[in-house]
C-alpha cells in the first residue's frame, strides 16, 4: 500500500512551481471572462438586432465555437494564430486569445437571454423619451440585463477557471501543470494530483457558494 | 514527393489522409492494405474510440447521475446530503483533473484498480464528471413536478420506491430530455480531454497527425467535422427519442 507523503510541499515548493501556475490560470480566467463578456455582449446585441447581415455571423460564430470541443478550439489557435501573423506567439499569449474567443460565445448566449429578459416596454420608452439606440442600450437594458444575469455570468466563470486547466493540450505553464512539474521534480506525481484536485475543488466549491449567496440577495432586491 | 509549401494558408493538400502513417507514401485505395495504415484508417478508428468513449461513459453518467438525482429529492435528509456531496465532488473539479486522479493516482491508491484498462479509467472518470451534471437535472425534473403527485402516489398505498418509479420519474425524464440532449452533445465534446491520457481519441490523432505531417488545418478540419457529426447524430436520436415517447397534450412539442 503506498504511503502518501505531503511534506515535499514547503512554502518554497508552493512558491516556486505552484504559485506561478496559479497566477496564470487566475489572469487567463480574469482576462478571458472580461473580454469574454465584452465581446459576448456585442455579438448578443448583434444577434438580436434586426438586419440579417448583423444576425447571421454572429449566430455562425456562437454556434461554431458553441459546438467544437474547446481543446480543438486551443489546438486551432494554436495552429492558426502563427499562420495569420507570421510570429510564433507563445501558448500562454495563444491561450489567453483562444479563451476570450471561445468564452464569448457562451457569454453572448447568457447576455442574450439577459436583454430578452428585459420586457420590451422598457425599450420602447427609451426611444419615446428620444434616446438613441446606443443610449437605450447603455442606459437602460444593459445594466439590468447584466444584473439579473450576474449569478449565471459568474457560475459560466466558474466553469470558464476550471476549463483553464485544458492549456495542458499546448503545454502553458498553468496550475495543474505547476503540480505535475513539481510532482515529477520530487518524484511523488500521487500526492502532487490529489493536492491539485484539492485546490481546484476548494476554490470552485466557496466560488459557487458565493454565487448560491448573491443569488439570494439579488432575488430579495427583484 | 510535391514540396508545396508547408504550413501555409490557401494550399489544400487532402491526398495527406491517403498517407502511410509509417512511410509517408500515398497509398492508391486511400485505406492500408497488409497490415500498413493510412492516416484515413487511423482517424476511422480514433472516431471509433472517441464514440465508444462517449456513449459507455454516457450511460455511466445517466445510471450515477439519475440515482443521486433522485437520491437528492427523498425525504430522507441523509440521501439528500449524499447525492449533494456527490454533485458538487465531481461538479468542482476540472474534467481533466478528474481523468489524471483515475488514471495516475486511484490505481496506485487502489490496487484492485491496476488492472483495469485505461480506457475504461477514462469512461469512469467522464461517466462521473456528467453524473454530477445530470444528477442537477434529474433533481430539477422532479422538483418540477407538482408535489401533489408525490402525495397522491403515497395516498394511493404505492410505496416510495414505487411512487417513483409509476408516478414521478415517467414524467420528469421526458420533461428533462432537452437538457439531457444537450448534455449527451457535451459528453462528445468532453471526451475530446481523454487525450491527456494517450487514448487513441480523435483529438490525440489531430495532434500526432499534425504533428508528424504539417498539415494540421486539413487534419483539424477533418476532425472537427467528425465531432460535428458525431454531436449532431446524437442530437438526432435523442429528439426522435423525444418525440417517441411524448404525452400527446402534456408537454409542449419541442420542435426545433
Known sequence: MLNLDFAFLTPEVITGYIAKGLIFSLQLTVVAMIGGIVLGTVLALMRLSSKSWLVMPAAAYVNTMRSIPLVMVILWFFLLIPLLTGRPLGAEMSAMITFTLFEAAYFSEIMRAGIQSIPKGQVAAGYALGMTYGQTMREIVLPQAFRNMLPVLLTQTIILFQDTSLVYAIGAYDLLKGFEIAGKNFNRPVETYLAAAAIYFIICFSLSMLVKKLQQRIAIIR | ?256
Open chain 2, 1 to 256: 514527393m510535391r514540396n508545396r509549401s508547408k504550413g501555409k494558408l490557401g494550399t489544400w493538400d487532402w491526398q495527406v489522409f491517403c498517407k502511410d502513417t509509417i512511410e509517408g507514401e500515398v497509398m492508391p485505395r486511400c485505406f492500408g492494405s497488409g497490415g500498413n495504415t493510412t492516416y484515413l484508417d487511423w482517424m476511422l478508428s480514433a472516431w471509433g474510440w472517441t464514440i465508444s468513449v462517449a456513449l459507455l461513459s454516457l450511460v455511466v453518467a445517466l445510471v450515477f447521475g439519475s440515482l443521486m438525482g433522485i437520491l437528492r429529492t427523498t425525504p430522507n435528509r441523509g440521501l439528500v446530503l449524499l447525492g449533494n456531496a456527490w454533485t458538487e465532488l465531481f461538479r468542482n473539479i476540472p474534467l481533466l483533473v478528474q481523468i489524471v486522479l483515475w488514471y495516475h493516482v486511484l490505481p496506485a491508491l487502489v490496487p484492485p484498480l491496476q488492472g483495469l484498462p485505461s480506457f475504461l479509467l477514462v469512461v469512469l472518470a467522464l461517466g462521473l464528471f456528467t453524473s454530477a451534471r445530470i444528477s442537477e437535472q434529474v433533481r430539477a425534473g422532479i422538483q418540477s413536478l407538482a408535489h401533489g403527485q408525490r402525495m397522491a402516489g403515497l395516498a394511493l398505498g404505492f410505496t416510495l420506491p414505487q411512487t417513483y418509479r409509476y408516478v414521478l420519474l415517467p414524467m420528469a425524464f421526458r420533461i428533462i430530455i432537452p437538457p439531457l440532449t444537450s448534455e449527451s452533445m457535451n459528453i462528445v465534446k468532453n471526451s475530446s480531454v481523454a487525450f491527456a491520457v494517450s487514448i487513441a481519441e480523435l483529438t490525440l490523432f489531430a495532434m500526432q497527425a499534425q504533428e508528424e505531417t504539417s498539415r494540421g488545418i486539413e487534419i483539424y478540419l477533418a476532425v472537427t467535422g467528425l465531432y460535428f457529426i458525431t454531436a449532431f447524430a446524437i442530437n438526432r436520436v435523442l429528439h426522435f427519442i423525444e418525440g417517441r415517447v411524448r404525452v400527446p397534450g402534456l408537454i409542449a412539442a419541442g420542435d426545433k
